[in-house]
């Protein structure tokens, strides 16, 4: 007993001293980059999608950016916030890191950035898609390279009208950040064309049983426009058709409720269903067909929207470390050459940074298909070079208050 | 009115499925006291093995037979091995099936990766019944179906046969059911494991409705916890009633306040216990 | 009969010698560890509070995460939406969760054991329920971020590391004297004699009922008051702490670090906050050993590290602590 006390002492005795303060020849080591993802927990398939993005970036590499070694260090959160703002500290402060990428969530992308402006670390967004980190809130440290929640909805809103002819449409969206950008941008823009939005559902984020709320959609409307995200992917399109309502009314969405990490899991009820996002695993480019031949090589699945923005994040690294001449020390100028980046072959188009420090890139508006046997997000419409305003003035756009539950309101529920 | 008729539906449709998931788990409370945090472990599990069985065979009914199987041994294995020794210790049963459950997230997280996934169903389970306006899927009827079945059976076995006897005795009176020389310990482990056996079944069901994921072991236990609370431990129609009113509560609290809709979950049941502090139909 | 014994003077020492570390050690510490340790504080407070529930009536809650939930959603709704000073939202924080406990006492402790524990858990489901879903008010899952550290009104700012640090030490032993003489006065002999039999204490006259009550509510208001802390030292809330699990963990910390020791409780939550902070740095099966840790406990350290402590050095066993039926 006593000795086994004693071992386990020793034992987080060793532990505590593994991780103290850094030498100080760290300084001249690799360039170190810090990521964090759920790696266990409900979240962790997609965390892996992001991690394995990264890492077959840096794999293409070599582990060698602008002359120097790399050294990734992977933190699991959880998907959970608490458990983010710890993970950031260890990154920043134990490990010393020089950059960071990371996240899910939007809401952790909002707990995180007061945090990394404290600690003047760059920090990549390569999905936390929260609106106001490069709108109305905007966190000096933290490089978006992936989107914002409305960003894919405002031409898409517009394009339902005018396309698909949709007059009134029912939304249902997780009830958060996310969700409320994702629905806000689609109301604006399908509002202002001429249609109606009558009637929004706000199940929260764990929703197992749609029943409640797909009792309650209003049948003079013309399609429902889903936010789903994750698991909730998975098992709304299923309840959908089984409560009869997706002979009635087709199903739109926002990019993640058919996305590539859900799709090989869903069967014939996804089909027909189309939803914008700033990538399809189906897009016809060299580039892309040669990304997805090789990450499905060596993962054995098609890639994500995940996977492809963790990719082009460490390649974003790299270009910015490169600019620098590798002294990723410089904070300052490493972060200016973050979001001076211009990358014009990603996997999903060219892309560079607006003045707010979101991409402008290709929203592409997307199809489910089956093809042999698989199921695949066509392209069915390509919007070139988006900003996260789309064709509003930026000035103007900011005077609107952040896209919530009640913003735009529901005029014609 | 066609509101009302689908809630109403939708409500006794997931209670159904709940009453799968907590019979057994109200069960192993009347008998052994046991808050056993494992129980939501056992219906993640099963679903996964119901999975696994699903792409091996492509049988359906199989699925759901072997994943309750298996996991009902996994119970069983874990009853034996510690919990039988913490009988009366409340603390060291929450803490070590806690542990359990953690241990089973991870392995799970281990063995099937985190993708999450649907089991298919039968084409014959799919689809929904029309009546007029009203669209009644399939799939819940068959829930409800199964759940029926299980009590019906359930019920037998407790009113009608000499081991159901034998197990409302060890209920009513563990001491005086040993008096008279029933084996306890032997029907304590029977009953341990169909709880873990219902509780897996329920996995599977929901695993062709909800999918099944990780994360979905501690999202469905406290529902389980609420029915048995509601229903009171250790009584199969406690249990019943109990799950048909959290599938309505449940149901119609989200279609009518949606932002107090786990209050309007909870909070009744705060109410019940505050006036009937061992449940609707408990014995202290 | 009761005797609470008094430490022993190589206790003493060692007590001395760890609270002398607490107080030097900090510039010397990675800022990391630094905040494990801040946060091992303050999972402390919460842990010792359970600890009077726990430990000295007997009474194992699975609901006290919610107390940690409401003081820190005071601060997190009071500061970032009316701007409201520090020592308001501390007194509001203390007073909400004061409250909630008054309440649910009244509730809960009609019921004892495994009921207890059901009924904690739905109360303390009720409280996440509201977090989760009241989202004008609490931002849903979104959380509250952007809590500002706390201003005092003192000379010093504890917008830094270190000094919120010794702020946290400080509220640590204040919330461990606070509970030292509770458990040593009278009234704190009474809770571990109605733990031992509550029968013999209501023939001796004792309102066992009043005597339970408010110990449930002190154990709440400091449970409240570890909220507080927190959600000043993570600038941030959301429900995801007051989820079952965080309720579980703290049992876990108390039974790890020794019931009715109030101080082995503390340590139990510094294992703990070190444990899953450290080992998830080296494996991210960390899930797996921190099962492990929960089983592990319960078949080789059932006293926790406490009472494993106290055998080691007197060769005695302790006395089983064990709740009634």
């Known amino acids: ?413 | 009115m066609e509101f009302w008729v689908i809630q109403t539906f939708n409500g006794v449709s997931y209670g159904a499925l709940l009453f799968l998931l907590a019979g057994g788990l109200s069960l192993i409370f009347g008998m052994m006291r046991i808050v056993n945090m494992t129980h939501g472990s056992y219906y993640l599990l099963g679903g996964y093995v119901g999975l696994t069985v699903i792409w091996g065979t492509g049988n359906f009914v199989l699925a759901i037979l072997a994943g309750a199987l298996v996991i009902a041994l996994v119970g069983l294995g874990e009853y034996n091995t510690f919990l039988k020794r913490l009988s009366g210790q409340e603390l060291g049963q929450v803490l070590t099936t806690m542990g359990f459950a953690l241990i089973f997230q991870d392995l799970g997280l281990v063995i099937w990766g985190g993708e999450p996934y649907t089991i298919r169903t039968p084409a014959a389970l799919s689809g929904s019944y029309q009546l007029g306006e009203l669209y009644f899927p399939v799939y819940r009827v068959f829930i409800v179906m199964v759940a029926a079945a299980v009590a019906v059976v359930l019920w037998l076995v407790l009113e009608r046969t000499r081991v159901g006897a034998m197990i409302r005795a060890t209920v009513d009176d563990a001491e005086m059911a040993r008096g008279v020389g029933i084996n306890v310990p032997r029907i304590s482990m029977g009953v341990f494991a169909l709880g873990a056996f219902l509780a897996a079944t329920a996995g599977v069901v929901a695993g062709g409705f909800v999918g099944v994921y990780p994360g979905a072991d501690f999202e469905i236990l406290p529902y389980a916890f609420v029915v048995v609370i509601v229903g009171g431990m250790g009584s199969l129609k406690g249990a019943l009633i109990g799950s048909l009113m959290v599938g309505l509560l449940d149901n119609f609290g989200k279609a009518f306040f949606p932002e107090l809709s786990y209050f309007t979950l909870f909070a009744p049941m705060a109410a019940i216990l505050a006036i009937r502090p061992t449940g609707l139909f408990g014995r202290a | 009969m009761i005797r609470l014994p008094l430490l022993p003077r190589h206790r003493q020492i060692g007590l001395g010698i760890i609270l002398l570390l607490l107080i030097v050690s900090p510039p010397f510490l990675s800022s990391f560890l630094l905040s494990l340790l801040t946060q091992a504080l303050i999972y402390g407070v919460l842990a010792m509070s359970l600890d009077l529930l726990v430990g000295y009536l007997g009474l194992p809650s699975l609901g006290h995460a919610a107390y940690l939930g409401l003081g820190a959603y005071s601060v997190g709704v009071l500061t970032t939406r009316y701007g409201a000073n520090s020592w308001l939202a501390l007194a509001v924080g203390l007073l909400l969760a004061m409250a909630v406990a008054a309440v649910f006492g009244l509730v809960a402790l009609r019921a004892t054991g495994v009921y207890f524990l059901m009924i904690t858990l739905a109360l303390g489901m009720v409280i996440w329920g509201l977090a989760h879903r009241w989202v004008s008010m609490t931002q849903g899952d979104n959380g509250i971020s952007g809590v500002p550290r706390p201003d005092l009104g003192l000379p010093w700012s504890f917008a830094k590391a270190i000094p919120f640090y010794y702020l946290s030490l400080v509220a640590f032993l204040f919330a461990l004297w606070v509970l030292w003489v509770i458990v040593r006065s009278p009234f704190g002999q009474s809770l571990v004699g109605i733990r031992e039999s509550e029968s013999r204490m209501r023939t001796l006259g004792y309102n066992v009922w009043l005597h339970k009550y408010i110990g449930f509510i002190i154990a709440g208001t400091v449970g409240g008051f570890s909220g507080v802390l927190w959600a000043y030292y993570n600038g941030f809330v959301s429900p995801a702490n007051m989820e079952l699990a965080t309720s579980v963990e703290a049992l876990l910390m108390v039974a790890l670090g020794g019931r009715a020791t109030l101080l082995g409780p503390a340590i139990g939550a510094a294992a703990i906050v070190f444990l899953k902070n450290l080992v998830s740095v080296y494996t991210h099966r960390w899930v797996l050993i921190l099962g492990a840790v929960y089983i592990g406990t319960i078949v080789y350290a059932p006293e926790g590290i406490a009472g494993a402590f106290t055998q080691l050095t007197k060769g005695v066993k302790p006395e089983p602590l064990r709740s009634k039926v």
């Open chain 1, 1 to 413: 007993m006593g000795k086994k006390l004693l071992v386990s002492v020793v034992g987080v005795l060793v532990l505590v001293a593994g991780v103290g303060p850094a030498p100080a020849w760290a300084q001249k080591g690799p360039i170190k980059i810090g990521y964090q993802g759920p790696m266990t927990g409900p979240a962790a398939a997609v965390g892996k999608d992001m991690a394995n993005g990264l890492k077959m970036y840096l794999d293409e590499v070599g582990h060698q950016i602008a002359g120097r070694k790399v050294e990734l260090i992977v933190e699991d959160n959880q998907g959970q916030p608490d458990l983010a703002l710890t993970k950031l500290r260890k990154l920043v402060e134990s490990d010393k890191v020089h950059v960071m990428a990371g996240g899910l969530f939007a809401h952790i992308g909002y707990a995180l950035a007061p945090k990394v402006d404290e600690y003047k670390v760059p920090m990549l967004y390569p999905v936390m898609a929260a609106d106001d980190l490069t709108q109305r809130k905007p966190a000096k440290w933290v490089v978006r390279t992936g989107w914002t929640g409305s960003q894919p909805s405002h031409p898409f809103g517009e394009w339902v009208f005018k396309t698909l002819g949709y007059k009134k449409v029912v939304v249902i969206g997780m009830d958060y950040a996310f969700g409320w950008e994702v629905v806000g941008g689609f109301q604006k823009s399908f509002e202002e064309a001429g249609g109606q939005v009558i009637q929004k559902l706000w199940p929260p984020l764990n929703t197992a049983d749609f029943a409640p709320y797909l009792a309650q959609i209003r049948k003079d409307a013309d399609a429902v426009f889903a936010l789903m995200v994750a698991v909730s992917s998975l098992r709304f399109p299923k309840q959908y058709q089984d409560a009869g309502l997706k002979a009635r009314f087709p199903l739109i969405g926002g990019g993640t409720t058919f996305d590539e990490f859900v799709l090989p899991s869903l069967g014939d009820e996804a089909i027909g269903g189309i939803s914008p996002l700033i990538y399809s695993a189906a897009l016809d480019t060299p580039v892309n067909k040669r990304f997805v031949k090789e990450y499905r090589a060596k993962f054995g699945k098609v890639p994500s929207y995940y996977s492809e923005t963790y990719y082009t994040a460490g390649r974003w690294i790299n270009e910015a470390a490169k600019a620098i001449g590798g002294n990723v020390e410089d904070n300052e100028r490493f972060l200016a050459a973050l979001r001076k980046v211009e990358i014009t072959d990603a996997p999903r188009g060219p892309i560079k940074l607006d003045a707010y420090g979101n991409p402008i890139q290709n929203i592409y508006i997307r199809k489910v298909e089956k093809k042999d046997g698989e199921l695949w997000n066509t392209v069915i419409q390509t919007f070139p070079a988006v900003s996260q305003f789309w064709k509003y003035k930026p000035d103007e756009f900011l005077k609107q208050p952040v896209y919530s539950r009640d913003f735009p309101p529901c005029k014609y529920c």
